[in-house]
């Protein structure tokens, strides 16, 4: 049973968040009567020679101490002697655990809006880059109008800044102080838990301690906002593995972002964009396992609350190797510029123009849309490319065509759509602006 118990292989994770803890804690007792002066010294002392050696990798952990907290207060003691027992009054695990585990996230999302910003500005430099660069836009993987490259990466910025708003959003509900919360009834001792946040970066104090020890509320939001993230990212992903095909040829990745296959030898596989969007698995997996694991939990504390961790850390570790892989990987993307021009030039793609052509002419959209889908269906019969029919032919289905409508292109298509969100090249330029203006 021991080492079923055991949750040392995994809190270590948190031994600085540990120490820090603890030696706010002994400043608390200090100022509640508990220690006097010399013996927060010493304490003090300890912690910090422990600090050192946890920075150092040479701290002795010992799995048969089953965590973190007694590893610690174990060897406090042997470094400082029994003085070091005095440490753990007024305090109980259950909210020791819980405010290392606030420090440990709040550092945690604080990383990932880092790397998502990152991300945002490589999808900025390349939107920037591809700025005047047309391509088909889709729906139902069908093409459906031109639009900008530049617009399509955006699409994608705009996803992550959503995310981080979540994860400033998450920040604001884990930034509340348990310590003081004692096993579940709250300490017995003079403790100033405003003084004690103050010195541990908290900007709130929980204020009911049975919640205060239970509360993983903060676990779930972090995973499920990081399960948002990863869902963009493999929507992203599974464009990058789409457009790498022979069949649509628009982008190529940077070698290191692909591998070749051990028997194919013309292969290059997309490998890093395939294992990032399947990622999203295990990480919506820790979503569910958390959410199942808190379900029904009476108050307070229950050893089930030890299963927070390494789905948690799992989550963390995923999220920040795949951000910063997909921040190297939209880098080196290169863009088959050509091959998106032609694709977007598809007379097709150009029949919603032609309808709202005939709008502008007088005639009612939905005559018009039907009156172009006939005259698109009967070319494609032909075998031919609306870009190629004359104005006689347009004006066998309509008198309302005229000259002008030989006019109409991608480009012409694109910069119609000048309103606010739209693809024109202005806005896409407004948009990128304000992107790097956000950024900052
Ligand atoms: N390892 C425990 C956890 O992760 C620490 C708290 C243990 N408390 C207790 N009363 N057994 O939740």
Redesign the pocket.
């Known amino acids: 049973p021991s080492s079923f118990l055991a949750?040392l292989s995994f809190?270590k994770k948190l031994s600085y968040y540990d120490v820090t803890g603890s030696k706010a804690w002994a400043r608390a007792l200090e100022r509640a009567g508990v220690l006097s002066e010399t013996e927060l010294k010493s304490i003090l002392s300890g912690l910090d020679a422990i600090l050192v050696e946890i920075s150092k990798e040479d701290f002795p952990f010992r799995e048969e101490l089953e965590?973190i907290?007694f590893n610690i207060e174990r060897r406090l003691i042997e470094l400082i002697g029994p003085l070091g027992g005095k440490l753990h009054s007024g305090r109980?695990?259950?909210d020791q655990?819980a405010t290392d585990m606030r420090l440990y996230s709040k550092d945690a999302v604080s990383t990932l809006i880092d790397a998502l910003r990152k991300y945002q500005l490589a999808l900025v430099n390349q939107a920037e880059k591809n700025l005047h660069t047309i391509l088909p836009g889709y729906t139902h993987l069908q093409r459906a109008q031109p639009i900008l490259l530049a617009h399509h990466l955006m699409a994608y910025f705009e996803m992550a800044d959503r995310d981080i708003n979540r994860l400033q959003d998450c920040f604001k509900r884990i930034d509340f102080m348990p310590l003081g919360s004692a096993?579940l009834a709250g300490t017995a001792y003079n403790i100033d838990r405003e003084l004690l946040a103050k010195d541990l970066g908290f900007s709130n104090i929980t204020l009911n301690s049975l919640d205060a020890v239970s509360d993983r509320d903060f676990v779930v939001d972090i995973e499920y906002t990081a399960s948002m993230i990863m869902l963009h990212l493999s929507r992203l992903a599974e464009e990058i593995i789409l457009w790498s095909s022979v069949e649509f040829s628009y982008v190529k990745s940077g070698d290191e972002y692909t591998s070749g296959s051990s028997i194919m030898p013309q292969k290059n596989n997309p490998d890093i964009a395939e294992l990032i969007r399947g990622k999203v698995g295990r990480v919506s997996g820790a979503l569910i396992g958390t959410i199942v694991t808190l379900k029904a939990l009476p108050l307070a504390?229950n050893?089930d609350?030890?299963e927070d961790?390494e789905p948690l850390f799992d989550v963390i570790k995923t999220l920040d190797g795949s951000l910063s892989m997909m921040s190297g990987l939209v880098t080196s993307l290169e863009f088959n510029v050509q091959k998106m021009k032609e694709n977007s030039e598809d007379g097709a793609i150009l029949a919603t123009e032609l309808a709202d052509y005939l709008v502008n002419k007088g005639v009612p959209f939905r005559d018009s849309h039907g009156i172009v889908r006939e005259l698109v269906q009967k070319s494609l019969d032909e075998g031919l490319d609306l870009k190629d029919l004359d104005l006689a032919y347009y004006k066998e289905s309509s008198e309302y065509f005229d000259d002008d409508v030989l006019e109409i292109s991608a480009k012409s298509a694109r910069d119609a759509r000048s309103v606010l969100g739209g693809t024109s090249e202005n806005q896409v330029q407004q948009r990128i602006i304000e992107a790097r203006r956000r950024m900052n």
Request: charged share 35%.
């Open positions: 949750s809190d965590d907290h109980s695990r259950n655990i096993a504390y050893r609350l030890q961790k």
